[in-house]
């Protein structure tokens, strides 16, 4: 039941946001759309910022769908996109107010979690540390996000298949060659 509530104040903020700024949305509004009392919006979040990162975790978590594989990391990243994309007014609105960290957070999140599994598959058998699995990790996530933000700063008007794409190109062979380089610096 808690989820649907959740879901609920989400959905709430997403046609909110398509009317006014995040931040001339109040808890009220969003309370009497849906028909809550104010006391169950801070049983399931403390502010409406909250609410925000929530909402930004839980659809990154629906976008990826276990597309975390070597295999399946472009779909995964599409996913990503699509994500954002499908929520435009929503992270627009948030991205161009002071909560854009909330943002960044999502996507470094969502991005590690992907880019985490592809090389952890592709370390295995090696001798790399975990410490060096994160860094790798670590290296290809700022790259993604810093793309992904510039494109949503510039409105998200480029078409992100073709980004997904280039981003593919330059990664194809780079998180096995980086892994071996790690492994070769071991001996």
């Avoid at 001339?24 to 009392?37: M, V, W």
């Avoid at 930004?56 to 990391?73: E, P, R, S």
């Amino acid at each position: 039941m808690s989820n649907l509530t959740k879901l609920a104040l989400e959905q709430s903020l997403k046609r909110f946001l398509l009317k006014k700024p995040l931040d001339k949305i109040t808890i009220k509004d969003l309370t009497d759309d849906i028909g809550i009392s104010r006391m169950s919006f801070y049983y399931h979040f403390k502010d409406i910022y909250d609410l925000v990162e929530w909402s930004c975790i839980y659809d990154a978590t629906n976008a990826l769908k276990g597309n975390k594989t070597y295999d399946t990391w472009q779909e995964g990243l599409t996913s990503i996109f699509e994500a954002v994309l499908q929520n435009k007014p929503f992270i627009l609105n948030v991205y161009h107010t002071t909560t854009q960290d909330s943002i960044e957070r999502f996507l470094f999140t969502t991005v590690h979690d992907l880019i985490l599994g592809v090389v952890r598959e592709k370390a295995q058998g090696t001798d790399i540390t975990e410490e060096q699995i994160q860094f790798i990790a670590d290296f290809y996530k700022y790259s993604f996000v810093g793309i992904m933000l510039d494109w949503i700063h510039k409105g998200m008007c480029e078409d992100y298949h073709e980004i997904v794409y280039n981003m593919a190109n330059t990664l194809h062979g780079s998180i096995a060659n980086s892994i071996s380089n790690f492994t070769n610096e071991a001996k």
